[in-house]
Structure formats: C-alpha cells, structure tokens
C-alpha cells in the first residue's frame, strides 16, 4: 500500500513540473519573439547536415539568404526573392500557430485532468 502512495505521489509531482515546464515555456514565447523581432538579423530556419556543418536561412534587414555553415566557413549558397522569404515567414507563422494551438490543447488536458482528481 506504501508503495502505491508513492507511486501516485511520483506522477502527480511529474504531472505537475511537466505543467509548469508548458507553463513557462508558453509565457516566454511572447518575451522570446519580442526580443527576435528587434534584431536586425534573424535566423529563420536552421538545419544540421552534420555534426559541425548546417544550412541555415537569414533575414538580413530586407534581405534574406541561403547560408552554409561550417566551422570554418560561411557561405551564401542564395539570395531568396521576396516572394520565397514570405514563403517561409508565413510557413514559420503557420508552424508557431499550430503549436500554440497544441500547447493550449495539453494545457487544458491538464487542466481538466487535475479537476477530476481535486474532487
């Protein structure tokens, strides 16, 4: 029976942390934008080819560009026209959108999960 209790005591700990990690990391994502958009250089997407080298596309002002990246090394592989820079802005949009949607989703599982065990 002692080790039922605790059991129990572990997951609703967990449940709880797991809570206040989504918590915070959804109340930060407004600060964390705010800061990215004040900057004069973004990084929109990033992605590893291998341990030390990836591609990575920036916004530089109004200027956005393919680059690879390396230890060693920074290239411009492209410069992206307008129409594929909005390409990608408003594909990013679309992903934060979405997981925004599935945070408020976990957030209410919880939410509702924690009234059924309060009663």
Do not use: C, H, W
């Not at 060693?72 to 820079?85: D, R, Y």
């Not at 990013?92 to 997981?99: A, G, P, R, V």
């Amino acid at each position: 029976m002692n080790l039922f209790l605790e059991i129990i005591k572990v997951i609703l700990s967990l449940s709880f942390v797991i809570f206040l990690l989504v918590l915070v990391l959804r109340l930060g994502e407004g600060k964390l934008k705010t800061i990215q958009n004040k900057k004069y250089v973004k990084i929109l997407d990033k992605t590893s080819l291998s341990k030390e080298s990836s591609i990575v596309v920036t916004k530089m002002g109004e200027k956005a560009y393919v680059l690879s990246v390396t230890p060693n090394n920074i290239s411009i592989l492209k410069e992206l026209s307008n129409e594929e820079l909005l390409n990608i802005e408003n594909t990013k949009l679309d992903k934060e959108k979405s997981n925004s949607e599935n945070y408020d989703k976990l957030i209410k599982i919880f939410k509702d999960k924690l009234k059924i065990k309060g009663r």
